[in-house]
């Protein structure tokens, strides 16, 4: 069953397909349109899907393990470095030691030939968990973006953390722009200012 409702706009998804065997790429192209999705490129090449995942921006990967697992897993680690889209793993037969592999390289699941039927709900799944680990990534990041840009303020203002947020407050408020902006400006800006706060308006010595 496809998604629909809130997951409606994700019914047609641009998938990357990436095996070593001509065979099996063939083979699972039909079906990844069967379920109502657009193949934007097969893959066999670890030096070309690099390129290939940055230009196309893809949906999602699959991954299938062909002849050899050292090449599947550089497969993933390549589509995974570009960030992308989530990575699904494609077996066509059991191998515990590949997953537990492609799982510390990235692999947000697993799917196999004998489940196609649940392909698609497999795949709702996962990108759903991608989105959250991304959202949880951003949280993280302006966390530590307004904290970085606090101790900045802390130093230059010698204030204490409360103050320097009310800081980074109040501009916000005035200028109505996101917190996360201003404390970004605050950071990016921080090495064009002078260290000493009245720096500019002390004469040079002699």
């Not at 893959?43 to 070309?48: K, L, N, S, T």
């Not at 191998?95 to 649940?118: L, M, N, Q, T, Y």
């Not at 951003?138 to 101790?151: N, Q």
């Amino acid at each position: 069953m496809g998604p629909s409702g809130e997951g409606g706009e994700r019914d047609h998804l641009r998938v990357l397909i990436a095996n070593e065997r001509r065979d099996r790429l063939a083979l699972v192209a039909p079906l990844v349109v069967a379920l109502g999705h657009e193949v934007i490129a097969r893959e066999i090449a670890v030096e070309d899907v690099g390129a290939v995942t940055a230009r196309e921006r893809p949906d999602v990967a699959l991954v299938g393990l062909g002849d050899s697992s050292a090449h599947a897993l550089a497969l993933i680690d390549t589509i995974v470095r570009e960030a992308a889209c989530p990575v699904i793993a494609l077996l066509h037969a059991p191998d515990p030691a590949f997953i537990r592999e492609a799982s510390k390289r990235g692999v947000f699941a697993h799917i196999s030939d004998d489940d196609v039927e649940d392909w698609q709900s497999s795949i709702d799944i996962v990108l759903r968990r991608f989105t959250e680990y991304h959202d949880l990534q951003g949280a993280f990041g302006r966390r530590a973006t307004i904290e970085r840009a606090k101790g900045i303020l802390m130093e230059r203002h010698a204030v204490d953390h409360e103050a320097a947020f009310a800081m980074l407050r109040e501009h916000s408020r005035s200028a109505n722009r996101k917190l996360i902006d201003v404390a970004t400006a605050v950071v990016d800006g921080h090495r064009l200012l002078p260290r000493d706060p009245g720096a500019t308006r002390h004469r040079p010595a002699g």
